[in-house]
C-alpha cells in the first residue's frame, strides 16, 4: 500500500535530514513509475554516473498509479512525489491577511501569463511567509473572487464552469510545488520546462542551489499539439483559420505553459538540448544565448557494434522501431512499403512496438496493409524482448514520424551499421547527414519530408538495391554514433555541468539559510 501525503512527507523530511545528494534530477509524468521515454533516459543518466548521487522528485498526479516499473539504482538516495492537484490546506485567513492574500493572487496570475521571474520569487517567499494555502486561496470568497477576475481577464464570454476547473487546476499546482519540502542538492537538474521547470525554479529562489535545465523536445511546442486535438476542451468553432476570437479556453493553459517556461530559462544556469535546431525555439521562447548549450542522447556504442549482421539467406529486410501510434505515422509508413514493393517485390517490412497505446490506431493500420494487399510483406511482432536480432538481420531502417527529437531506434541501428531512411524532424537530419564541426564526413541515409509516403518509397528502393551505397552509409553510421554519441562522452559532458555548478552553490549558499524551505 501506498503511504498517504503526510506519511510520504514524514519519511521525506527525514531522508533530507540524513544526507545531501549530488543531484536532485526533476522528472513530470514519468520515472521512476512510467517505462519508456524520459523516464528511460533519466535512469540511465543516473546509472551512468555512479559515483554521483541522486534525489529524484517525481511529478505526477493524484490519480495516476504510483507503482514502481523501475528499479531505483543504487545511487539513488530518495524519491520525492509532487502530486500537483494536491496541495497544503494552509490556515485559515484572517482579516489582517487581505493585503497579502491581494499580492498573492496577483503573483499568481503572473505566474499562468507574464512568466517572470521577480514576481514568482516574490510569490514563494509570500506563501512561505503567511503559511496560506488551499483554503485561503482556493475555497474561500476571495479565492473566488480571484477566479472570477482572471476569467473576465482571459476568457470574456467563455464557458465558466470550465474555466473554473482549468483555474483550479493550475493554482493548485503552483501551490502543490511551492509548498513542498525540498531534498537537500548540491545542484537540481530539471527534464522539462513546464512544471518541472517550475520546481527547479522554486529550487533555485528556496535552497540556492544552481538550476540545470534539460529539454529534450520543447515543451511548449508539444503541449500545444497536444491542445490542439484536445476533446476535453470547450472550443466554440467560431475563431476559423484567419481570426484569433475568440478566445478560447486552450489559450489559458497555452499561456500557462509559455510562462512555466519563461520562468525556467529565468531560472536556470544553464539550458541543455540535443541538437541545434531545439535551439531556435528555445530563444523563441525568451532562453538567453549565453546559457545555451547542446548535450546529446548518448548510447552504448560498443554493445550494439557487436550485434552480429545475420548471414542466413533472407529478403531485404526494412525495419522500423517505435509505439504504433498516429504520431509516428505509421499509415504513411505502410503506404510506403506498398510502393517500395513495386520496385522492390521481395522486400519484407518489420514494426517493431507495442500497439496497447491506442489500439483504434493500430487497427486501423492493420486494415490498412489488407486494403492494399501486402499481408504478406508487412510483420507486426509487438513488443519483443531482444530487438538485436532484429537489427542485426536488417538492411535498412525507416522513420516515418510527424515529430521526434532524438530517437534512440536511430542511434542503436547506427551504432549497428545500418543505413536509414527519416522523416524530416527532431535531430534525424543532423544524426544522417552531419551538423557543423562534425569530424565524419558523409551521410548514413536519405531524409525526406514527413507524410509523404512516395518520397520514403523512393529513398528506401535506392539504398536496398545498391549493397555499395549500404556499406558506406553504414560506415558513416558507425563513426559519427562513437564519435558523437557515445554515452561515455556524454556523460562527461553532465558530470562536467554538474561539477562546474556545484561550485557555483558555495556563492549562492552564501550569507543565506540554505535549508530554510526544507521544513
Not at 500557462?256 to 541538437?275: C, E, L, R, V
Amino acid at each position: 500500500m501506498l503511504p498517504s501525503p503526510s506519511e510520504h512527507q514524514a519519511d521525506t523530511k527525514q531522508a533530507i535530514a540524513e544526507r545531501t545528494a549530488d543531484v536532485c534530477l526533476i522528472v513530470e509524468g514519468g520515472y521512476p513509475y512510467t517505462l519508456g521515454g524520459v523516464a528511460s533516459w533519466s535512469d540511465a543518466l543516473m546509472r551512468a554516473s555512479p559515483n554521483l548521487t541522486f534525489h529524484v522528485i517525481a511529478i505526477s498526479i493524484s490519480s495516476q498509479p504510483r507503482r514502481r516499473s523501475f528499479v531505483l539504482p543504487n545511487n539513488v538516495l530518495g524519491v520525492t512525489d509532487i502530486l500537483l492537484d494536491v496541495c497544503p490546506r494552509g490556515r485559515i485567513p484572517t482579516s489582517r491577511d487581505g493585503e497579502s492574500m491581494k499580492r498573492i493572487f496577483q503573483r499568481l496570475r503572473g505566474a499562468l501569463t507574464t512568466g517572470k521571474g521577480d514576481e514568482f520569487a516574490e510569490l514563494v517567499e509570500l506563501v512561505r511567509i503567511t503559511g496560506l494555502g488551499r483554503a485561503a486561496l482556493l475555497d474561500s470568497k476571495e479565492g473566488w473572487r480571484a477566479m472570477e477576475e482572471a476569467y473576465e481577464s482571459l476568457l470574456p464570454n467563455g464557458p465558466l464552469l470550465d474555466f473554473f476547473w482549468s483555474w483550479r487546476f493550475l493554482v493548485s499546482s503552483v501551490l502543490a510545488v511551492i509548498s513542498t519540502p525540498l531534498p537537500s542538492a548540491h545542484v537540481f537538474h530539471a527534464v522539462a520546462t513546464g512544471f518541472a521547470g517550475i520546481v527547479g525554479s522554486y529550487a533555485k529562489v528556496a535552497a540556492k542551489a544552481p538550476l540545470l535545465l534539460t529539454e529534450h523536445g520543447i515543451y511548449t511546442n508539444e503541449r500545444r499539439i497536444e491542445l490542439a486535438v484536445s476533446d476535453w476542451l470547450f472550443d466554440s468553432g467560431a475563431g476559423g483559420y484567419v481570426t484569433a476570437e475568440p478566445i478560447e479556453l486552450r489559450s489559458t493553459w497555452l499561456e500557462a505553459f509559455k510562462s512555466f517556461s519563461k520562468i525556467s530559462y529565468d531560472f536556470a544556469d544553464i539550458i541543455t538540448t540535443q541538437y541545434r535546431a531545439n535551439q531556435n525555439f528555445q530563444r523563441h521562447d525568451g532562453a538567453p544565448d549565453e546559457k545555451l548549450r547542446i548535450v546529446p542522447n548518448g548510447i552504448d556504442v560498443a554493445k550494439f557494434a557487436a550485434v552480429p549482421k545475420s548471414t542466413a539467406p533472407r529478403s531485404p529486410t526494412v525495419l522500423m522501431i517505435g509505439r504504433i501510434v498516429p504520431i509516428k505515422d505509421v499509415r504513411s509508413f505502410i503506404m510506403a512499403v506498398a510502393l517500395l514493393k513495386e520496385r522492390v517485390p521481395d522486400v519484407v517490412a518489420i514494426l517493431i512496438g507495442p500497439e496497447d497505446e491506442d489500439p483504434e490506431y493500430a487497427t486501423s493500420c492493420h486494415r490498412l496493409v489488407d486494403q492494399l494487399g501486402v499481408a504478406s510483406s508487412i510483420q507486426f511482432p509487438g513488443r519483443v524482448p531482444d530487438v538485436l536480432t532484429y537489427l542485426g538481420a536488417a538492411d535498412v531502417l525507416a522513420l516515418s514520424s510527424i515529430s521526434e527529437a532524438q530517437p534512440i531506434a536511430m542511434l542503436e541501428a547506427a551504432a549497428v551499421g545500418i543505413p536509414i531512411v527519416s522523416t524530416d524532424v527532431g535531430s534525424c537530419r543532423e544524426i544522417l547527414e552531419g551538423f557543423d564541426g562534425d569530424p565524419v564526413k558523409g551521410r548514413g541515409g536519405f531524409v525526406v519530408e514527413p507524410c509523404n509516403p512516395t518520397a520514403m518509397a523512393e529513398a528506401l528502393a535506392t539504398i536496398l538495391r545498391d549493397r555499395d551505397m549500404q556499406a558506406e552509409m553504414a560506415n558513416v553510421m558507425r563513426r559519427r554514433v562513437a564519435s558523437y554519441y557515445h554515452k561515455d562522452r556524454v556523460r562527461a559532458l553532465y558530470e562536467g555541468l554538474y561539477s562546474d555548478l556545484a561550485a557555483r552553490s558555495i556563492t549562492y549558499g552564501q550569507n543565506d539559510d540554505r535549508h530554510q524551505y526544507h521544513n
